[in-house]
């Protein structure tokens, strides 16, 4: 471009490099524009590659295959009893995680003593990739839903208990020395203080374990499993049913999304007065 | 003076070291403070003004010496001495009344009451109409007006305050400052308060000590004989400036020797 009068092609590129300022706001509309036309896009390249032929339905099923297997699925009623386990077991074990860990973690988090006893085994179990425990569990449990529950306990036992004794470590010191100087006891400020100062990022991070615990589906439901949506998976691999694959992750994905938003819900209406709301 | 409320005798304060040597926060310390009365403490930085305020507040216990409030000797925290943090530190699951009725909540103060004293200490500072408002809806001058009604609604003997109004920004610092005073005029606490601004010491303090750099003693201590009520324009008065310029030469000797 000619020196003097900036050429449209630069003006254009300087336009654009506002935008790319590290950190900066963009204009809600562009932000909400953009993020359809993500959204859009991948859709679009999805049915260009499939329905132009692309790529072979044994790799990529087309949107229409896959809604129509998953209404088929749905018919039989395989769909809702896969689903309907997985739930189950991903619920189950998170629950029974979340129940132990929450107090082990503000424990483990507020007082020294209880730190220096279980951090070194929670740092070293919380490594340990939970499918090489299946084989251990199978021998402990055996192979029904509970090792399945298992698996997911400890896939996400160990995080949370790390998570959770950070948040409570993290609660202000002067949050609790406000209160013994306003005439609270010790338990006082353990119960009144510690404990609702942890709960917004107790919320959260059981939302985010609850996310992991999707995640080790398939490691939990795959050894001798009869239903489930990772056996589903697992399953249709055999026959190279690439749709049946689809409609399983697709399942996970719409709970996993669900479950997340609810979890958002929640944390508004338990703890209207969280900063995080 | 009025006859001593607290009392500080001997106070040294030494912190072991993880490693190396022991660091003497606080060396033989003394100080007074009468009822009624407003005390400052200035220094410089890390002097251990705030290690002073916790050693009262009985939130860590001194190396050597002892403190008595009323002639009894302070052994742990307890309601008797609340304390006004530079932090925010209202509980952000409680509304402002549920912060102000805290401690009486604790004491088992009938809710009738509760609200009725509540009340009475919102309206002190000025906070009507956000009594239902969670401590993220507020500015930071409103959170430490409601830290403040907090702490008298318990009827403390003595107001610990720590740099309460660091954090504000120098218009509304000022506006908390007179708040403060006018509060004083109607409560008489006695309020012990550390600062490293001067002419906040000056203008609240019916006394002003001046604390020595790292080991924190008393390097001297400054009566402020200016009148009360005492509104903002005092602090542009020559016998006010005469004081900072004493209180100034005072501080820049220790910043000097601290280097």
Excluded at chain 1, 60 to 79: A, F, K, M, N, Q
Excluded at chain 1, 206 to 214: C, D, E, F, Q, S
Excluded at chain 2, 66 to 82: F, M, S
Excluded at chain 2, 193 to 220: C, N, Q, S, W
């Amino acid at each position: 471009m000619q020196g003097g009068r900036p050429g449209a092609g630069r003006r254009f590129l300087k336009g654009v490099g506002e935008y790319f300022q590290p950190q900066e706001a963009i204009p809600g509309s562009l932000y909400r524009t953009i993020m359809l036309t993500g959204g859009l896009g991948a859709v679009v390249l999805w049915c260009i590659l499939t329905y132009g032929g692309f790529v072979s339905p044994l790799f990529l099923p087309s949107p229409t295959d896959i809604l129509r297997t998953g209404v088929e699925l749905y018919r039989d009623g395989s769909l809702i009893a896969h689903t309907r386990a997985s739930t189950f077991v991903i619920f189950s074990g998170w629950a029974l995680a979340a129940v132990l860990a929450v107090p082990l973690g503000i424990l483990m988090g507020s007082f020294k003593v209880v730190e220096a006893l279980i951090e070194p085994v929670v740092d070293f179990v919380r490594y340990l990739p939970v499918s090489a425990l299946i084989p251990l569990l199978i021998l402990y449990i055996g192979i029904g839903t509970a090792e399945k529950i298992a698996v997911i306990f400890i896939g996400t036992f160990f995080q949370l208990i790390l998570l959770v004794a950070d948040v409570s470590a993290h609660v202000s010191k002067d949050l609790l020395d406000a209160a013994y100087t306003l005439g609270a006891s010790r338990s006082h400020v353990i119960t009144r203080i510690l404990i609702p100062a942890t709960l917004p990022g107790v919320m959260d991070n059981l939302r985010i374990t609850m996310g992991w615990a999707w995640t080790y589906l398939v490691v939990a439901e795959l050894v001798a499993a009869d239903r489930g949506l990772g056996y589903l998976i697992l399953d249709s691999m055999r026959g190279l049913f690439t749709d049946r694959i689809f409609v399983g992750l697709m399942v996970i994905g719409l709970l996993g999304l669900a479950t997340d938003q609810f979890f958002k819900w929640l944390h508004r209406v338990l703890l209207p007065w969280s900063p995080k709301v | 003076m009025a006859a001593p409320k607290l009392v500080l005798r001997d106070i040294t304060m030494v912190y072991p070291a993880r490693r190396g040597q022991a660091i003497t926060a606080i060396d033989r310390l003394s100080l007074q403070v009468g009822e009624r009365e407003i005390v400052s403490i200035v220094g410089p930085s890390g002097c251990g003004k705030s290690t002073l305020l916790r050693l009262v507040a009985g939130l860590i216990r001194p190396t050597s010496g002892e403190i008595l409030l009323d002639g009894r000797r302070v052994e742990g925290p307890g309601a008797d001495r609340g304390m006004v943090f530079q932090s925010y530190t209202l509980f952000p699951w409680l509304t402002v009344q549920g912060n102000v009725e805290f401690g009486l909540r604790l004491r088992g103060v009938g809710p009738e009451e509760r609200r009725a004293i509540a009340r009475r200490y919102i309206e002190l500072v000025g906070l009507v109409g956000f009594e239902n408002a969670y401590p993220k809806e507020l500015s930071g001058g409103m959170m430490q007006r409601v830290a403040i009604a907090r702490v008298l609604a318990n009827d403390p003997e003595v107001l610990l305050m720590d740099e309460p109004f660091g954090a504000l920004d120098a218009q509304t610092r000022a506006l908390m400052q007179e708040l403060l005073l006018q509060v004083w005029e109607k409560t008489h606490k006695t309020i012990l308060f550390v600062t490293h601004d001067i002419d906040e010491a000056i203008f609240l303090g019916d006394r002003v000590y001046v604390m020595t750099a790292r080991p924190g003693r008393i390097k001297e201590e400054i009566p402020v004989p200016l009148p009360r009520p005492r509104a903002l324009e005092v602090t542009t008065a020559e016998p006010f400036m005469a004081i900072k310029r004493r209180v100034l030469s005072l501080i820049r000797e220790e910043i000097g020797s601290a280097r």
